[in-house]
């Protein structure tokens, strides 16, 4: 089964480029630049990883973060933020959320899937081991 990819990025462009750039990669790809779209869609069909923008009009993937760690179903999920707006500032809130890894855009392509598949690959193995002890 192919690792499932939220991305959530007001630009139309990248949210394709994206998506595309990720299935010829071997993941699946959902995307969406809308906010109660994007949580409804993470929770139901909980990706592997979300790719999630910080400045998108009305909307601050900060706080979707926030949204999503209160949810039994979302509070798991991998957040790796990809955004233009890479202060320290953002770096440092996105970490104290527990996000996996902060790319700044423009991003290089294959430093986004190595880290994609290095965070769902150690995911699935504290997963795997988790339901070993149980």
Known sequence: ?????MIIDDDRLIRQGLATRLRCAGFDALATAHPDEA???????????????????????LDFH?????????????????????TAANRAEAF???AR?????PYEPHELIATLTGIIAAD???RSSNATRV
């Open 1 to 5: 089964m192919m690792p499932r990819v």
């Open 39 to 61: 949580l409804l869609l993470a929770l139901r069909n909980r990706p592997d990883a979300i790719l999630l923008d910080i400045d998108i009009p009305g909307f601050n993937g």
């Open 66 to 86: 926030d949204c999503l760690r209160v949810t039994e179903r979302g509070r798991d999920i991998p957040v790796i933020y990809l955004s233009g707006h890479a």
């Open 96 to 98: 104290r959320q527990g």
């Open 101 to 105: 890894a902060f790319i700044s855009k």
């Open 124 to 126: 699935a193995r504290r």
